[in-house]
């Protein structure tokens, strides 16, 4: 079993900065792919972005590329995301996601992660 925890939601105006953090523990494998989810109020769960463990490669959608940044601590089994320039559409209940399948591209949908977080909440607002 894995286990991840995120932290490091709260409230931040927009065009402000937050980073997130995931800590990942139990039976982690450097051949996870390790992603970030949001969603929203009545909406569905979408893919933020992404990183192979082993190899650091990311992977992000359109909406926070240049914006978000991945980035991962081995020596502590930690995943990053690093948010900047937020904006109100921003606000989500923001969720780490570990896949431990083979696969060719990091995976852009739910199926493919085995395990989750409980999410930490992310609100952009003035």
């Known amino acids: 079993q894995v286990q991840l925890v995120e932290s490091g939601g709260g409230l931040v105006q927009p065009g402000g900065s937050l980073r997130l953090s995931c800590a990942a523990s139990?039976?982690?494998?450097?051949?996870?792919?390790m992603g970030w989810f949001r969603q929203a109020p009545g909406k569905e769960r979408e893919f933020v972005g992404g990183?192979?463990?082993?190899?650091?490669?990311?992977y992000y959608a359109d909406s926070v590329k240049g914006r978000f940044t991945i980035s991962r601590d081995n020596a502590k089994n930690t995943v990053s995301l690093q948010m900047t320039s937020l904006k109100p559409e921003d606000t989500a209940v923001y969720y780490c996601a570990a896949g431990a399948g083979v696969f060719r591209r990091i995976p852009d949908r739910l199926a493919p992660y085995d395990y989750w977080g409980q999410g930490t909440q992310v609100t952009v607002s003035s």
């Open positions: 990183m192979s463990w082993s190899a650091g490669t990311t």
């Open positions: 139990g039976r982690i494998s450097n051949s996870f792919v």
